[in-house]
Each structure stands twice: as structure tokens, then as C-alpha cells.
């Protein structure tokens, strides 16, 4: 019977307040609603007009747990004014350790000027300092500042308007940083380093964030509501997230949430002191939960569905009943006996009927505060999900605020109910102790540790950043390298090899006829057959297949690898059903040579990891012949020996008569040019002049470039085939930039400056960061999540936001540093051509291939800027080939067949 009975009263009540009941549906589309105005909110156009105004705090990350030292903080705003000493320390367990004192604001100060009220809070703060015998240390001191501000700094925020009771004349519009920094300095008796200025709001995720790595939104249901982190464009710059406060109890402002506004929540906005504003909070936050209670109550009794249609003055004066009467109703088991007490307490006699229906009341508005609480915190989740891109989300908010904290079931079910709405998401709620106190310290400690971190990691970076004189250094140091390379006398112990290479034109257009190319020294070996036409059907067609040298090739005999490289050739010629064919061939053989003519070229030494023994000293056109006579299947006619840059130039040439030096930025580095047979002292005869292969990769092998070099290079050189070899290619080429920015994160992570020092095992594996990863990662169209996916491909599984900062940032050193070393080089060789004819300026093109140097997306930029600023004199004209080290061989072979078939006797002058 008490059941029936019960049930009975509640299905009354619950009738009177249909429209307090809000179902799962209702709640989605509340959730919706919300995540709108959020999107509002930080929209730059949108925001002037937006409700939920999503305040930018300038907090941008959240404690990692490696914070230490001791930190002052100020709370204002909150129930009391206090000053804190908060001791951060990390040894092995975080801990934290508080002392703080209340001190009172008179009523004068609260309303007096503003100079008055700053003038009294730093003499709290001196007295604090004074007492606890700390007022020589010049401490971090971070400050809650809980009042509606417009904050562009962490340390600079601009108070709105005054609320809580404060009046003081003269700070509304002001930066109140400012006017404590300036209230400070005018005693004189202590100094203070104020670093952050913070919403309480904040300062509760940041508490939390200490505890839970993962907090990353913080909750007050007390008195008022808020709060979250996200990537934020109203603020210049979009790279990572910043801390949002959200302001979220303004939502509804605009009227979105009328049609679930009840009469009674009209009624409470009518007698606020301020109609039409913060409608949501009015839902939700403490300070009305109770009044709404009791205009419902008043409601009913009016009706005369209660306290058989009697008020009392004290039921009907606003304010009288509480909030916390409502927790203390919903208590399951002194609820009944509270309700009793109260409702007697305000002067009425309630049945034992009107007891249990206004517990129901009660029960009704503090739920649908809740659930409304979770629908706008569920739109944030999910927020926070599409930004990271992920499946589920696995997050923890850090929440306060009495309601939260005394109601006995509103936080079960707003979590309840966020799971409901957001069930993709694993979401932990941890209680945050003193959020306003210790937040403001914790805000403080970060920015601090962030400071610190910050400051060695570009100590780090500077090591690989080039100055304009070390640039002018290093094109100084090349022309020496060049000049000794050139002369007879010092050839020998020069880096830079200047090889001949027999190459004394480029062509005319009147070649003909059907060629046959190989090259090998690049990432793929290729065998290319080249159709070459003149005159008015002038053109260049080619064919080619792609063939893999095993790695035990490589490795092996001189033999072995030129048999192979035979049978590709016999294969290609059946593919392309021309088997027996005997044609003319260009071998480009992309390594140092030592030339005496077109047709020869003595292997110096093997680079690009090649190892193959018995070819270094030999020449490797007639290791080729040899192989072929093996092989008695075919007869070719070897007639060039190329350097796949003189093949660059020799293409780009075909095209553009003022190409004279060719650029290979790929797996290696090379460059050729056209020298003065004069100073080309290796090689008889002063007239005209001559292809040089520079072989400028071993530029730096006699300690040109130790200066320059850094641990990180010094590392990637031990790691390679060849240690000590070319040192200049490894700070510039494809084969080794990935590696020098996988160490540079190792060097990072190993002090704790990324990853939260947490080694991946794939990271320490040699060659796991691909060049390519560069062109990826620094490409401006490429948003963070993207960096951040290809960290994952590299195991690097929890990166944050800042990490994939600080990766792109690494490699955009990296990469400019190779892109301005390459520039200054290049700078030396085309000054030297200038000067080599005596011009005042001088225009000139280079032809450039390698895939590095045509897909990075920044490389060339750089590389371009560095010349105009190194060689001003010089007009260049940097101009892509396409495939020099395929149709440049072939049309090296092709000129000097034509100079042989003119009856020219010497197939050297080309
Ligand atoms: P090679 O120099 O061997 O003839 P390439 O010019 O194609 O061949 O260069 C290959 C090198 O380019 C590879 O070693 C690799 O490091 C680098 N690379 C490949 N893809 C990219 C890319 N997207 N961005 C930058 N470098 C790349
Ligand atoms: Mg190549």
C-alpha cells in the first residue's frame, strides 16, 4: 500500500513537472546544440556573436609529473583570498606539499580604488613571505584570478567586469598582472616572477592533470559551472592545443535552449539580478538549484497540490531554501526525515505525503541539472575525440564545485548519463583538491618546467643552426677545396676530387639515332634504351626497366656484380625484342672516377654503400666489356662513361644552352660544372674548357667541416659504411638526413625532452626515419594529426601535441641546415665560373635532379635564398631534369658517335 501510495504521488508530481524531465533524446539533441555553439564560440568570425564564448587561457599543456621547485601562489575570486607555497618535488614519487594563508578583504578595499586593493594584496604577500623567512628568493608565483577576463598572455589578462561582491574603481578594463607587478615594485621590499594568470577552472584540470596525465578537461559544479582543452583559432598560430575556458553557463543566451526552459526557470531568470544572461547556469550551478526547488514547491502549494494550499513568508522570501537542503533530502537514508525538518523549518506542517513529494521535486531538478551537465560535458568528449581523430577516447576529467562534491547522486549520474551519450569514450571523473590554490602553482610549475625544457632543447637545435658567416665559411673553405682539387700538386690530398670527365660541349640538336644507357649508382639500378631524334622531329624517347641488385651482389665480387648486371642488359634487350642487338652504350656509373677518357673511368672508391671487391683501381667500362665477352650472348659498343650529375647537366643542356653545372641531391651528393681547360691542369691543353665532376661529397674529410659538425653527425658518420667518408654529403643528402633526425630524438627523449622520455625500441632502429618522413611531416599542408599518425607508424604510440611539434621542428633544422649547405657550396661554384670569365654578373642555370631536392617540400626555397644571398652577383636559375642519369648518358654517347661518324678521330673532343 505505501508503495502504491508513493507511486501515486510521484506520477502527480512527475506530471506537474513534465517539462523538467528531459529523455536520452532530448539530451542527444541538447549535446548537438552545444557542440554548435562550441564551434561558434571559436570560430574568429563567429565568436563576437557566439553565447559560449570559449576564452582562450594560454595554458598549453598540462603537468607530465617532472615538475619541481617551490611555487607561490594567489587565489582571488574564490570564497577567500589566499596566498600559497606550493613545494613541487619529483624524486621517484610526485609530491606536493601546501602552505597557505587566508587573508581577509575589507568591504572598504572591495569597493574602494583598485590601486588600494593591489596595494593590500601585496602586503599579504609580503607578510607571507616575511613569515615564512622567504623574501629574498624571487619566486614563480602563479595567480587565480577567478573574475570574467580577456587574456591574451599567460601572464596578461584584461578583467571584464567585476562579480562577487567586488566594486573596486579603476581595474575593469585594465591587465590586473600589470597592476599587481607595478603594486610590487612600489614597496621595493621583495621582487616576484609572475608567470601565469589562471581561472579557477583551470587551475582544477591542472591539479588533476598532475595525478592523471590523461586530464584534460576540468569541471566546477559549484556556485557557477565551466570548462576544456583544444586547438583553438582564435588565437594567431595553429600548431597544437591550447586551454579553453568555455565559459559554458552563458550557453542558451541566444535562446537555444527555450524550448526546454520550464516557467520556473523564467521565473528564477525574472528575479535575478541579471535577466537574460547565463541561462544555462541557472539550470545547473548551486546558487539556483534550491531557489528553483522552492518556486516549484510554491507552484504546487498555489495549486493545491501540497501543504493543503498553504505557504508560509519564509517559503515564499527568495533564498530561503537552500541548496544544500536538497542534498541533504536526497539522501537515501535520512532523506525523508531531512525533508520533514526543512519544510517544518521554513514554518510549514507537511504530511508525510507532501514529504515524499517534494523529495520527488527535489530528485527531479537536480537530475535534470545533472544530465543537462552531461549532455554539454558529452559534446566536449566528443570535441576532443574528432580532434585527436581517435576511435575511442580515453580521457579524465578533474572536477569540483559543491554540488559535485555534496550531492549525494549527482555525480552518478552525470556520469551515468555521459556514458550513455558518449559510449565511445572511456572517461575517468577524479575529484580535484584545491584547484584554484594548487592549480595556480601547478599552471606555474608547468610554464616553468616548459621554460626550462624549451631553453635546452634550441641549446640543442642552435648546434645545427647555421650562421651567415659559417655559410660564407664553408663557400670560402669549397673554393680552397676546388682550387686544390684542380691543381696538380695538390690533387692528391684534396677532398675534392675535381675530376675530368672528358665532357667538353653540350650538344647541338642534330644527334641521332638509338642508344642504350645504364645506371647504376642511384637507389635503382636501370637499363634504358633511347631513341634520339634531329631536326624538325627533334626529341628524345626512352624505354626503361628497373632491375634490383641484391644486397649479396653488392657485397660481393666485381665479378659477380658486372655478370649481373649483363644479364639485366641481355634481359632488357628480349623485352624490348632487339635480342642480339649491338648499339652504342652510355654508362652512367654515379661513383668517383678517374678519367683519361670519355670512354674509361678507374673506380677511386666505392660510395652509397656499395662494397663489390676487385673494381676499385679498375676501369669499370672494361670490367663491363669483359663481363659481355663472358657472357657471348651480345656485343655492345661501350662509348661514355658518365657521372650521373655531368648527365643532369648534359639533359637540362639539351633544353637550355646556359646550363653548365649539373646537382644531384638524392641519395648522395655531387655536383659538375664547366670548367676552364686552363685551370683543369690534370688534363693537357688550355683551349675551351671542360666537364669537371667534383665529387664535392667528400668535401670535409680532412676536418673542413668539424666545426660545423655536431655529436649528432659525428654519430650518423660512426653508424655508416664508410666512417670518415664523405662528411659533407652526410650533413646533406637523402641517405642520411632521416638519420641524423632520429638521432637528434634520441638525444631528446634520452634527456626527457620529448616522448616524456619514453624510448621507442623501433626509434633506436637504424634507418627507420626515412627522408621521406621530412617531406611529410614539414609539409604546411599537413596538419598535426598527421605528423602525429606517421609517429605512430614509427611506434611512437602515446606522442602528444607538443612532441609532433618538436619533431617538425627538429626536422626542418635538420633539413634547412642540409638545403643552406648545399646553397653555400653551389654559391662557391658558380662565383668561381663568374670569376673564371672575368664577369661583373653572371646568368646561369644548374641543372638539378634527386629526389630529395624535388620533393621536399622546402629545399629548393632555401637552397635558392642561400645563393642570391651568397653569390648576389649571380643570377640562377635552378631548373629540374628529368631523368639526367638515363637520357643524359645517352645523349653524351650520342654526341660523341656523331663526332666519330663526322670522322672526327678523337672521340674525346666533344
Ligand atoms: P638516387 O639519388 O639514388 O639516384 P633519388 O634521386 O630518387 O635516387 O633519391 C633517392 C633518395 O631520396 C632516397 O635515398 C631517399 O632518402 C630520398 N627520398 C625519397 N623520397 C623522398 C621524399 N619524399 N622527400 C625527400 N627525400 C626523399
Ligand atoms: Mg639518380
Redesign the pocket.
Given at each position: 500500500i505505501v508503495l502504491m501510495f508513493t507511486l501515486h504521488l510521484f506520477f502527480q508530481v512527475d506530471k506537474f513537472l513534465y517539462h523538467m524531465r528531459l529523455s536520452d533524446e532530448n539530451l542527444m539533441d541538447v549535446s548537438k546544440r552545444f557542440r554548435r555553439e562550441m564551434d561558434k564560440g571559436l570560430g574568429r568570425d563567429t565568436n563576437p556573436t557566439a553565447a559560449v564564448k570559449m576564452l582562450p587561457t594560454f595554458v598549453r599543456s598540462t603537468p607530465d609529473g617532472t615538475e619541481t621547485g617551490d611555487f607561490l601562489a594567489l587565489d582571488l575570486g574564490g570564497t577567500n583570498f589566499r596566498v600559497l607555497l606550493v613545494r613541487v618535488s619529483s624524486n621517484g614519487k610526485q609530491k606536493v606539499e601546501m602552505e597557505n594563508q587566508i587573508y581577509a578583504i575589507p568591504e572598504n578595499i572591495m569597493r574602494g580604488s583598485g590601486t588600494e586593493l593591489f596595494d593590500h594584496i601585496a602586503e599579504c604577500l609580503a607578510n607571507f613571505l616575511e613569515k615564512l623567512g622567504i623574501k629574498d628568493k624571487k619566486l614563480p608565483l602563479g595567480f587565480t584570478f577567478s573574475f570574467p577576463c580577456q587574456q591574451t598572455k599567460l601572464d596578461e589578462s584584461f578583467l571584464v567586469s567585476w562579480t562577487k561582491g567586488f566594486k573596486a574603481s579603476g581595474v575593469e578594463g585594465r591587465d590586473v598582472v600589470g597592476l599587481l607587478r607595478k603594486a610590487i615594485k612600489k614597496r621595493g621590499d621583495f621582487d616576484i616572477d609572475i608567470v601565469a594568470v589562471i581561472n579557477d577552472t583551470v587551475g582544477t584540470m591542472m591539479t588533476c592533470g598532475y595525478d592523471d596525465h590523461h586530464c584534460e578537461i576540468g569541471l566546477i559544479v559549484g556556485e557557477s559551472l565551466s570548462y576544456i582543452l583544444r586547438q583553438l583559432d582564435l588565437v594567431d598560430g595553429d600548431e597544437g592545443r591550447m586551454c579553453v575556458n568555455m565559459e559554458w553557463g552563458a550557453f542558451g543566451d541566444d535562446g537555444a535552449l527555450d524550448d526546454i526552459r520550464t516557467e520556473f526557470d523564467r521565473e528564477i531568470d525574472a528575479g535575478s539580478l541579471n535577466p537574460g544572461k547565463q541561462l544555462f547556469e541557472k539550470m545547473i550551478s548551486g546558487m539556483y538549484i534550491g531557489e528553483l526547488v522552492r518556486l516549484i514547491l510554491v507552484k504546487m502549494a498555489k495549486d493545491g497540490l501540497l501543504f493543503q494550499g498553504h505557504t508560509t513568508p519564509d517559503l515564499l522570501t527568495t533564498g530561503h531554501f537552500q541548496t544544500s537542503f536538497v542534498s541533504a533530502m536526497e539522501n537515501k537514508k535520512s532523506g525523508l526525515v531531512s525533508a520533514e525538518q526543512v519544510l517544518r523549518g521554513l514554518g510549514l506542517d507537511p504530511s508525510p505525503e507532501d514529504c515524499v513529494a517534494t523529495q520527488r521535486v527535489c530528485q527531479i531538478v537536480s537530475t535534470r541539472a545533472a544530465h543537462l551537465c552531461a549532455a554539454t560535458l558529452a559534446a566536449v568528449l566528443r570535441q576532443i575525440r574528432d580532434n585527436k581523430a581517435a576511435e575511442r577516447l580515453r580521457t579524465t576529467v578533474g572536477v569540483d564545485g559543491s554540488v559535485y562534491k555534496n550531492h549525494p547522486q549527482f555525480a552518478r549520474r552525470l556520469n551515468k548519463m555521459v556514458r550513455l551519450l558518449v559510449p565511445d569514450c572511456d572517461v575517468r571523473f577524479l575529484r580535484s583538491e584545491d584547484g584554484s590554490g594548487k592549480g595556480a602553482a601547478m599552471v606555474t610549475a608547468v610554464a616553468h618546467r616548459l621554460a626550462k625544457q624549451h631553453a635546452e632543447r634550441q641549446r640543442i637545435l642552435n648546434t645545427l643552426r647555421l650562421s651567415r658567416d659559417q655559410l660564407l665559411e664553408v663557400k670560402k673553405r669549397m673554393e680552397e677545396e676546388m682550387n686544390r682539387g684542380l691543381a696538380k700538386k695538390t690533387h692528391a690530398t684534396a677532398t675534392v676530387k675535381m675530376l675530368p670527365t672528358f665532357v667538353r660541349s653540350t650538344p647541338d640538336g642534330t644527334e641521332r639515332g638509338d642508344f642504350l644507357a645504364l645506371d647504376l649508382?642511384?637507389?635503382n639500378f636501370r637499363v634504358l634504351l633511347v631513341r634520339v631524334r634531329s631536326g624538325k622531329r627533334r626529341s628524345v624517347e626512352m624505354h626503361n626497366k628497373i632491375y634490383t641488385i641484391p644486397q649479396d651482389i653488392t657485397q660481393g665480387t666485381g665479378e659477380e656484380l658486372f655478370d649481373h648486371i649483363v644479364h639485366c642488359i641481355a634481359d632488357f634487350l628480349e623485352y624490348m625484342g632487339m635480342k642480339g642487338a649491338s648499339l652504342p652504350l652510355g654508362f652512367t656509373f654515379?661513383f668517383p672516377c678517374h678519367q683519361t677518357r670519355l670512354d674509361q673511368g678507374i673506380l677511386i672508391k666505392w660510395t652509397k654503400g656499395f662494397k663489390a671487391s676487385g673494381c676499385e683501381g679498375e676501369d669499370v667500362a672494361t670490367l663491363l666489356k669483359d663481363a659481355i665477352h663472358r657472357s657471348e650472348d651480345f656485343d655492345l659498343d661501350v662509348v661514355a662513361v658518365v657521372n650521373?650529375t655531368v648527365g643532369t647537366m648534359m639533359t637540362c643542356g639539351y633544353e637550355d644552352p646556359q646550363c653548365e653545372v649539373g646537382l644531384?641531391v638524392?641519395?648522395?651528393t655531387n655536383t659538375c660544372y664547366m670548367e676552364e681547360m686552363s685551370n683543369v691542369e690534370l688534363v693537357d691543353g688550355d683551349e675551351g674548357r671542360m666537364c669537371v665532376n667534383m665529387e664535392w661529397g667528400a668535401f670535409g674529410d680532412r676536418g673542413e667541416l668539424d666545426d660545423l659538425c655536431t655529436e649528432f653527425d659525428r654519430a650518423v658518420d660512426d653508424q655508416s659504411t664508410y666512417p670518415g667518408k664523405q662528411r659533407y654529403e652526410k650533413m646533406i643528402s637523402?641517405?642520411y638526413?632521416?638519420e641524423i633526425v632520429r638521432n637528434v630524438l634520441l638525444d631528446f627523449t634520452a634527456k626527457g625532452l620529448l616522448f616524456r622520455g619514453k624510448l621507442s625500441e623501433r626509434l633506436k632502429t637504424r634507418g627507420i626515419f626515412?627522408?621521406?618522413f621530412?617531406?611529410?611531416i614539414e609539409s604546411d599542408r599537413l596538419a598535426l594529426r598527421q605528423v602525429r599518425s606517421i609517429l605512430q607508424h614509427l611506434g611512437l604510440t602515446s606522442s602528444t601535441c607538443d612532441d609532433s611539434i618538436l619533431v617538425k621542428e627538429v626536422c626542418s633544422v635538420v633539413s634547412k641546415r642540409a638545403a643552406q649547405l648545399c646553397g653555400a657550396g653551389l654559391s662557391a661554384v658558380i662565383d668561381k665560373i663568374r670569376l673564371n670569365r672575368g664577369l661583373e654578373k653572371l646568368s646561369i642555370t644548374v641543372g638539378v635532379?634527386?629526389?630529395?631536392y624535388k620533393?621536399?617540400p622546402h629545399f629548393a626555397t632555401i637552397m635558392r635564398e642561400t645563393l642570391r644571398d651568397l653569390a648576389p652577383n649571380c643570377e640562377v636559375t635552378l631548373a629540374q631534369s628529368e631523368d639526367g642519369?638515363g637520357k643524359g648518358a645517352a645523349l653524351i654517347t650520342a654526341v660523341a658517335c656523331r663526332l666519330r661518324d663526322a670522322g672526327n678521330p678523337s672521340i674525346n673532343i666533344l
Open positions: 649508382g642511384g637507389t654515379s650521373d644531384i638524392g641519395t648522395g637523402g641517405m638526413l632521416g626515412e627522408t621521406k621530412l617531406s611529410q635532379d634527386g629526389t630529395l620533393l621536399h642519369s
